[in-house]
């Protein structure tokens, strides 16, 4: 125990190294079960489709959520403006340099692969290209030239911050990483990059029958491997101008997937998958609301798809393909359905893996009979003259000037927090907080404590007469909450003050880098409560919180049961609040909330560097500063709040370009509901006191009681 208040020598630990796992793999679990009874649900209703009508009822409400989930599309979209930059005269075929307005301020660059000779109502090819390259990478310049050489008009765009379209700094794997940050800061408007994505095709689609008088009956969207085919799926589900679909790698076994499957793959195939950095993949209430990839690709029936892997398929134990035919036999339309596929695995290596950056000659050699078959295109000789990058540049000296993505992000983002912040203007006070309790539930998702908590404690006290107590609180089945309460025995038993600390560190940060400010408090009489609530300091499981880390894993899967990390941690937040309230030697209505960072901060000089070069860069973590105010929000008896390493609100991560704060604190949607400011105005006369870091964000106006200092 500690001699003279000196609050380093506490040890923050409460489980032993086997409970740390124990309570670790616990988290998990619940996790895994509840993806687990998402698949099971989803079995129990397919075994009960036995006809169109059957397949419509279960297909409709779950497109109508998928279209919904993707966030608010422009209305009242007229035809695209459209540029052309530039012209190539090829060997019977013409590409033309194109840039379009997908949106107010959002220009497409694109190559649009025509043939030599004028066609009346040529089939339309789109392309949608991977994760990995741009518009000019060479397969999709052997796809554009070689079905343009056989008479159709084949559009390949940028798509969102990539090619020409890309605003950050390029470099190995660089779009990869802000294909992420992007999709992060279109969540907090209330969007999604699957959405933004989506969108930019249908616009194409609009210029190829407007301008290039295409057959309607015959367009063709293709969507590459590695995350080509995720907006290709989802398109085709919600554009029915789509006629043919080609998703790689999207509704069924995915390239990481066992090969070749069990034989009992219909009873454990994982159909609601997994979440990662990859938005487009694992998409937001996809399990709660049931669009699986699956019901996606289904739903392109009755016209025509190509079901379309990378590798090997195992066709005979494929549950899906089985669940495809299915549904295609109850239009009558098994001619309609077709597949491609390419051999070997994965962790295997050319020639025998069929590795390709988009799609490979060999993936489109199954395409081209089918294409014939369905839409007369003759199966063409496949043509390789690749040029030079500079050819397909779109972007000229008079084309037009692309916004930063994060200021039309912004744009949208306040738009939309000023309509929220009308609907609140005629409510009283305590209407405003029941308003702002119920829409910020809807964002978070379950936040209410399931149960009093159980409870376990151990009292130590050492010569100086400071109280540690260890308490184990179970506030879920599989969810128990380790905390410390420090307190000086005064020698008078009554009620005193209570500060509840919060930080992603958890109580290990508050006692090594809040020493002083901890003994002050309990010097002057308060009892100090650091909780670990789920996923922070022992209860939790991950070092790194970057973009492919663990953290963002489980925080994407909860997204997809619409749940959120912090609305799930707001509840273990409230069950402490709740219990301590309850305690004789504490006054219930002076419980004190102190969210606090511990994170370091970058350098005024720091440059963001590229991925794996430099120095790593800082995330911020204001994890205990937003709980600390959603805790106020909906626990009356808070009566005051420190915040401490608070970002300036959602609208702060559309400031630039880059993004640096973990996948686990954002919350989706977040600028439809205002933003934190208009929880931090609800909150008065409560006194708020918060206080900025060093390269910090400003909070910026000041409201109610707020009284803002600099540290």
Known sequence: MPENNDLTEISPSIFSMNEREAYKQSLLQDLQSRCKAINQNDREAWLKINSKEDWESFRNPRIDALKRSLGIFPSNAVNPNICVTGIFEGDGYNIENIVYESRTGLYVTANLYKPSLSQFKPPAIVIIHSHHNPKTQSELQDMGMTWARNGCVVLVMDQLGYGERRQHTPGPRQDYRFRYINGIQLHVIGDS???????????????????????????????????????????????????????????????????????????????????????????????????????????????????????????????????LQKVFGFYNASENLFFTHGSGVLSGQ??????????????????????????????????????????????????????????????????RSMTFRK?????????????????????????????????????????????????????????????????????????????IGIAQRGKDGFLKERTKKVSDLIEKGSIIFLPDIRYTGENCSFVSRDRQSESTSISATEWMLGQTILGSQLRDLRSVIRYIGTRSDVKSNEIKLWGDSFAPTNPSDFKDPLIDEGQSLYQAEPLGAILALFGALYEENV?????????????????????????????????????????????????????????????????????YNVD
């Not at 989802?234 to 076994?253: E, H, S």
């Not at 993936?363 to 690749?386: C, G, T, V």
């Not at 829409?439 to 159980?454: C, F």
């Open 193 to 323: 990059l699957m959405g933004w994505m989506i969108w930019d095709v249908m616009r194409g689609i609009d210029i190829l029958l407007d301008r290039y008088n295409v057959d309607e009956e015959k367009i063709i969207l293709i969507g590459s491997v590695a995350g080509g085919g995720d907006v290709a799926g989802v398109t085709a589900a919600l554009d029915t101008r789509i006629k043919c679909a080609i998703p790689f790698n999207f509704g069924g076994p995915q390239p990481e997937t066992q090969y070749p499957l069990p034989d009992n793959a219909e009873e454990i195939f994982d159909y609601m998958g997994g979440g990662s950095w990859e938005s487009t993949r694992n998409l937001r209430l996809s399990g709660r609301d049931g669009f699986l990839h699956w019901v996606i690709v289904a739903s392109i029936a009755p016209r025509y798809l190509i079901y379309a892997h990378e590798f090997s398929w195992d066709r005979e134990h494929d549950p899906i393909w089985k669940r």
């Open 350 to 415: 050319p020639p025998e893996a069929t590795h390709c950056n988009n799609v490979g000659a060999i993936h489109r050699k199954m395409i081209h009979s089918a294409l014939e078959k369905w839409f007369d295109i003759p199966i063409p000789q496949e043509y390789q003259n690749r040029l030079p990058e500079n050819k397909l540049m779109c972007l000229k000296q008079n084309s037009p000037i692309q916004q930063p993505l994060h200021r039309i992000f912004a744009d949208i983002g306040i738009s």
């Open 423 to 499: 609907s609140l203007d005629k409510l009283t006070p305590n209407e405003k907080i029941d308003h702002l309790r119920q829409k910020w539930a809807e964002l978070l998702g379950d936040i209410n404590p399931k149960s009093d908590p159980s409870i376990q404690m151990s009292k130590d006290q050492a010569n100086n007469d400071i109280c540690v107590e260890r308490i184990l609180l179970e506030v879920e089945l599989s969810v128990t909450v380790p905390m410390l309460g420090i307190y000086k025995n005064f020698g008078i038993d009554k009620p005193r003050s209570a500060v």
């Open 639 to 707: 009566s005051a709040i420190i915040a401490r390493g608070m970002i300036d609100g959602y609208r702060s991560i559309l400031n630039d370009t880059y993004c640096y704060i973990p996948h686990d604190a954002i919350i989706p949607e977040a600028m439809t509901a205002g933003d934190l400011s208009d929880i931090i105005a609800a909150l008065a006369p409560r006194l708020l006191l918060m206080v900025r870091l060093p390269n910090g964000v400003d909070a910026g106006k000041r409201f109610g009681n707020l009284v």
